[in-house]
């Protein structure tokens, strides 16, 4: 069972340089999401789409664009990365927006800008 | 906004149970959770609570809320050198967006 499948697992980048972070889920879910993990910070969301052609801004999105492709696949993107941007970034997917349904999280994508 | 606060570590010994806290700030949070990470990987969902619910228990996970006072524990009976990781306590928002607190890392000591 895959899941939530994140590509590239890890990436390194000069300042100014972009990038777009894949995600694809393979559990028939509305909803996705992307998060940042940094050190003492815990998770923050950078945007969401709850169902299929909507997307919507998070807690921390500057610098960040996202598109929900079509229902399995929702695609982060930084167009000119900053060391700021240097994080690990999880996808994650949820059957529906509300609700007491799991979240799923793929495994991350470590990602270094110099 | 909302805000979900956790301290950053515990110790405990083998056997012994751990309790994690966890305050967060919105009232009309429908659900509370708990994750777990293990290093390198993504978060995975422990347990959750109801709001309307004061205790949950499930195998040796007990989850207790104070709605009152907004707070959130995980106890963890007889720990073992496996339940070494990072829990998140998360809250629901209005908008049905997670919010994450810090992590508070375990480390189970034999």
């Known amino acids: 069972n895959a899941g939530v499948t994140q590509t590239p697992k890890f990436q390194v980048l000069k300042t100014g340089q972009s990038m777009t972070l894949q995600c694809a889920q393979d559990?028939?879910?509305?909803?996705m999401y992307w998060y940042r993990q940094d050190p003492g910070m815990g998770l923050r969301l950078i945007y969401y789409?709850?169902?299929?052609?909507?997307?919507d801004k998070g807690e921390v999105p500057n610098g960040y664009n996202v598109s929900r492709l079509n229902k399995r696949e929702f695609s982060l993107r930084l167009e000119s990365a900053a060391p700021s941007q240097t994080s690990v970034y999880f996808c994650?997917?949820?059957?529906?927006?509300?609700?007491?349904?799991?979240?799923?999280f793929g495994e991350g994508s470590r990602l270094t800008v110099l | 906004g909302e805000d979900v606060e956790q301290s950053l570590f515990l110790s405990v010994r083998e056997g012994d149970s751990s309790v994690i806290n966890c305050t967060y700030t919105?009232?009309?949070?429908?659900?509370l959770y708990w994750y777990k990470q293990e290093p390198g990987a993504g978060l995975q969902l422990l347990t959750y609570i109801f709001s309307n619910m004061d205790m949950k228990q499930d195998q040796r996970l007990t989850v207790l809320l104070n709605k009152k006072d907004k707070h959130l524990s995980l106890r963890i009976a007889d720990t073992q050198t496996g339940d070494s990781a990072i829990y998140f306590c998360a809250e629901e928002d209005s908008s049905y967006k997670l919010i994450f607190g810090s992590g508070t890392r375990l480390l189970v000591r034999p």
């Open positions: 919105d009232s009309s949070s429908t659900y």
């Open positions: 789409s709850a169902s299929e052609g909507t997307t």
């Open positions: 994650a997917s949820k059957i529906v927006a509300g609700g007491a349904g799991e979240l799923f």
């Open positions: 559990m028939n879910h509305n909803s």
